[in-house]
């Protein structure tokens, strides 16, 4: 693969988690809650918090596809590296939806007062979305991992 394509990709992981991280400094101000406190309450709001701590696996999903674009950029995609990456990013996008869960039951059932349908259907959308992801990540975990099989057994017998 090109080195430009590799490039263009890493840009765009670059600044998906540029907005990401914006999104994560800036919609706390702007949430309806929010409106009269000082930055201090704002930010120790305990789910705030927790979206946070939920962000985590996002963005070190978003650290394992760069890296495997860099196996990719020194030929080294049959790697054993670039397989445990894909079962890193299947892993971080499996805890993705654990977390987007848990914070689903808490806002069913324990935020008194809200309407719960709005941010159910978009932890429902990101969920699926997350998940196919997921499954993208394991089906290529495999086929890589049969593809360094094959390659460690004919590098053996030549």
Do not use: C
Request: proline share 3%.
């Amino acid at each position: 693969m090109k080195q430009g394509s590799t490039l263009f990709l890493k840009v765009v992981l670059l600044l998906i988690a540029i907005g990401a991280l914006a999104g994560l400094l800036w919609f706390p101000q702007t949430e309806g809650r929010a409106a009269h406190l000082d930055l201090l309450s704002i930010y120790t709001d305990p789910f705030i918090i927790y979206g946070y701590i939920a962000s985590i696996p996002f963005f070190i999903g978003l650290y394992q596809a760069f890296k495997l674009l860099n196996f990719i950029d020194t030929n080294k995609a049959f790697s054993q590296g670039a397989v445990n990456t894909l079962k890193n990013m299947k892993f971080a996008s499996l805890s993705l939806i654990g977390f987007i869960a848990l914070a689903e039951v808490y806002i069913r059932f324990f935020a008194h007062g809200d309407d719960p349908a709005g941010p159910t259907a978009l932890g429902i959308i990101v969920s699926f979305a997350v998940a196919i992801i997921a499954t993208a990540a394991a089906v290529f975990q495999k086929i890589l991992q049969n593809a360094v099989d094959i390659k460690s057994e004919n590098d053996l017998t030549v």
